[in-house]
DNA sequence: TCCTGCGGGTTTA
DNA sequence: TAAACCCGCAGGA
């Protein structure tokens, strides 16, 4: 082939539109899925590859009927944040991911801040002329085509991941605050109105099932193989029990709901079993979880990190906690769950299980304290387990702003990084 | 309970 | 006419 044709060819490949009667299907390089995809951007997947298959996005995006059965499209809702604007220490903010079915919306934003119990407000995208950005799809032969329209002009709320495991660990918590205040008020115990368990009398023990890696004789530490599943991670990183921990069906460490929505992602992200190595070019499909995982653990979605170790996608944009203990954190047995939570207020639910609040606070914070990644980062295939621990300090503090936006994702793309870009990412860990 | 996709219908520029 | 938006429904997790 001419390298002139070859040129011309490539402006057709490029210059398509969502609109097109006919789309390129000469396609020599797709994409690796986006998961922020911002700007006025355009991407041809893979018609294998899962995250496009679903339409994915770590916007909050919903769908929009353009009345045209063969385009999906899909526009952003924005972020919802702290009405007061607050921040948590280190200047976190609070970048909620918006309820995509309209009730489930309104009732979160009746819902308040899990920081300070400020009402919640819903920062619309206007990103695109004034009107949300939208995302459009189209399945055209062995191809997906992506296109974006519009910039978005507000922060990344959560991810759709994180938003689910949030309320997973809140309905489980909630779960375990019930079970053990039953346990706790035996045949005999009386029920006193207002009376408080203390977190001692819990079989919820996240001292007890918390294995830090290399202190005393953790899994890691007793050289037990390292390749957690984020799924464990997941637990480890709000202070619960590790396989064993799940698989013994007296563990104290939660509902069995927990793991298996862990379990799910885990086996989302890993393809089902062990981490695979990397798709050659081309062959996307079930590796695209793994890619944008690998992509997100090494980029911590927070491409500042102080010590640049990578994390998991979970703890940043829209994580409220503080993890510093409370004052009484140091005697974790006197603490009381609180009958009424501090947080709810009236005409305000709570958004986190604030009776564990402070349990979590302080059960992670100490984990922090206690270690620090090292220097060399591990990737996640060494292991991922570490990134959860090392996920908790790292945090968006910064506005996505458009004049000084660093995106990894675009910056990656510019890049023209492959397959290899997992790898490459993971060597430049220790250097960030 | 919520997400997702679909589609009928309305409003507005 | 196109685009945005509202709403309800169904299937699925």
């Not at 870009?421 to 060597?427: G, I, K, P, S, V």
Request: charged residues 25%.
């Amino acid at each position: 082939m001419e390298p002139e044709d070859f040129e011309s060819e490539d402006k057709d490949i490029l210059n398509w539109d969502i609109n097109d009667v006919k789309l390129p299907q000469d396609v020599k390089k797709i994409d690796w899925f986006q998961e922020w995809p911002d700007s006025y951007e355009k991407y041809i997947y893979s018609s294998e590859d899962r995250s496009a298959q679903r339409h994915l996005s770590s916007w909050a995006m919903r769908n929009t009927n353009n009345h045209n059965s063969r385009i999906l499209k899909k526009s952003c809702l924005g972020v919802v944040v702290c009405s007061r604007d607050c921040s948590a220490k280190e200047g976190r903010k609070l970048y909620l991911r918006p309820a995509i079915c309209d009730k489930a919306r309104q009732k979160q934003q009746r819902k308040c801040c899990p920081n300070c119990d400020g009402p919640l407000k819903l920062i619309p995208c206007r990103g695109h002329g004034g009107f949300p950005v939208t995302n459009f799809w189209r399945h055209e032969g062995r191809f997906i085509f992506f296109q974006s329209k519009g910039e978005h002009d507000h922060p990344k709320p959560e991810t759709k991941l994180e938003a689910e495991a949030r309320r997973t660990i809140k309905k489980a918590h909630v779960a375990s605050s019930s079970i053990s205040l039953k346990l706790n008020r035996g045949p005999e115990a009386k029920s006193v109105p207002g009376e408080a368990p203390s977190w001692g009398n819990l079989n919820w023990s996240f001292q007890e099932s918390l294995h830090l890696p290399g202190g005393d004789g953790g899994p890691l530490a007793a050289g037990i193989p390292q390749q957690k599943s984020p799924g464990e991670c997941f637990l480890k990183s709000y202070g619960l029990g590790g396989a064993s921990d799940l698989a013994d069906p007296t563990s104290t460490v939660g509902p069995a709901e927990l793991y298996e929505k862990c379990k799910v992602s885990s086996a989302r992200i890993y393809g089902g079993g062990d981490l695979l190595q990397p798709p050659v070019a081309g062959v996307l499909s079930d590796y695209s979880d793994l890619q944008t995982w690998n992509k997100n653990a090494a980029l911590g979605r927070n491409p500042l990190n102080d010590n640049g170790c990578p994390s998991y996608a979970f703890p940043q944009a829209g994580w409220p906690y503080d993890f510093s203990p409370p004052p009484n954190a140091l005697d974790p047995l006197s603490q009381q769950i609180p009958v009424e939570p501090p947080s709810a207020k009236a005409g305000c639910l709570p958004l986190w299980p604030t009776p564990g609040a402070d349990l979590y606070e302080e059960k992670v914070h100490m984990d922090f304290n206690s270690y620090y990644p090292p220097a060399t980062c591990h990737s996640p295939q060494e292991d991922p387990f570490l990134f959860a621990y090392t996920s908790y300090p790292h945090h968006q503090y910064s506005l996505p702003g458009k004049s000084g936006k660093w995106n990894f994702d675009e910056e990656m793309r510019y890049m023209s990084l492959d397959h290899y870009n997992n790898e490459m990412l993971l060597n430049l860990c220790p250097l960030r």
